[in-house]
């Protein structure tokens, strides 16, 4: 019999955020997979729990895949975790995770905090769907146009971003006319959340931003001839293809949306 791939959710600063089903499952499993090591034994000290923790990052999940998965195969219980927050959401762990299910290997979530989750309900974003960027490309043509493509949508935006890159981001979404909400050192000591007023962003810690686009002319709203293809290739039906593609571009008329499925699709 197999063993288990515990995904476990470590806090993102305060400590106390740990849960006691994550305390459980670190005490009783066989192997933990760490980001980095000793930020988990830091962890686990202030714990008091003793386990064989490797590490498992993005330079070596690939390479000692084969082998952790074989583990498993033979019965050991693993446990996953990243520096902070839930491991593979902008974090090592999506090939194991995937590895494990093709593989027949149960998968077990352990929840707790999430940089994304937390960040999107202390915003107050006039929205019940948004988008997760994570960390945008450093650089050059690539980071602009993803930022256009993640904007395009209408939907309210989370953001990771170093503190060296974070003066540009909030200009670049200044011009592009957004609401932002900055986050530095979300649950740590020295936590800011603020509303953008132009203040001066200290360029320490980490921060998580989320931008809320400006409401646009819905003339000027135009759907991704991509998506719609792809939208309508699915077997959604006419009414389900339509709500979905309402709830991506809100400012667009839903009767204006159904038009594009009123022929060749079930109701």
């Known amino acids: 019999m197999s063993g288990n791939l515990f995904i476990v959710a470590t806090p993102i600063g305060n400590m106390g955020d740990i849960t006691q089903r994550a305390r459980q499952v670190l005490e009783s499993c066989d192997l933990i997979l ?8 830091t962890l686990l000290g202030m714990l008091g729990i003793s386990k064989k923790v490797l590490s498992y990052h993005k330079f070596t999940e690939k ?3 084969d082998g952790h998965i074989e583990e498993l195969k033979n019965g050991k219980n693993i446990a996953l975790v990243s520096d902070a927050g839930t491991p593979a959401v902008s974090d ?6 995937r590895a494990a299910l093709d ?13 994304a989750a937390v960040a999107f309900s202390s915003s107050g974003a006039m929205s ?26 209408g939907l309210p935006v989370i953001f990771y971003e170093a503190p060296t890159r974070i003066k540009d981001l909030v200009k670049k979404l200044q011009d592009a006319e957004c609401r932002i909400v900055v ?23 980490e921060f998580t931003v989320v931008a809320e686009p400006a409401i646009a002319k819905k003339e000027t709203v135009e759907i991704d001839t991509q998506l719609l293809d792809m939208i309508k290739a699915s077997p959604l039906s006419a009414k389900d293809a339509s709500v979905l593609l309402s709830r991506i571009y809100p ?3 839903k009767n204006e949306i159904k038009k594009h499925f009123m022929t ?3 109701s």
Do not use: Q
Not at 92 to 97: E, R, S
Not at 110 to 115: D, L
Not at 131 to 151: H, M, N, Q, T, V
Not at 183 to 205: N, Q
């Open 34 to 41: 760490a980001e980095d090591s000793r930020v988990t034994g």
């Open 63 to 65: 390479k000692f895949l």
């Open 92 to 97: 090592p762990g999506k090939f194991i995770v």
């Open 103 to 115: 593989n027949g290997i149960p998968v077990i979530p352990v929840p707790g905090a999430c940089a």
């Open 128 to 153: 019940d769907s948004f988008i997760f960027a994570g960390f945008l490309p450093s650089k050059g043509a690539e980071r602009d146009e993803s930022l256009g493509k993640f904007l395009s949508y």
């Open 183 to 205: 986050m530095r050192e979300l649950t740590k000591h020295f936590e800011e959340i603020f509303a953008y007023d132009g203040r001066e962003i200290k360029e320490k810690g």
């Open 251 to 253: 400012n667009i008329p």
């Open 264 to 266: 060749g699709r079930n």
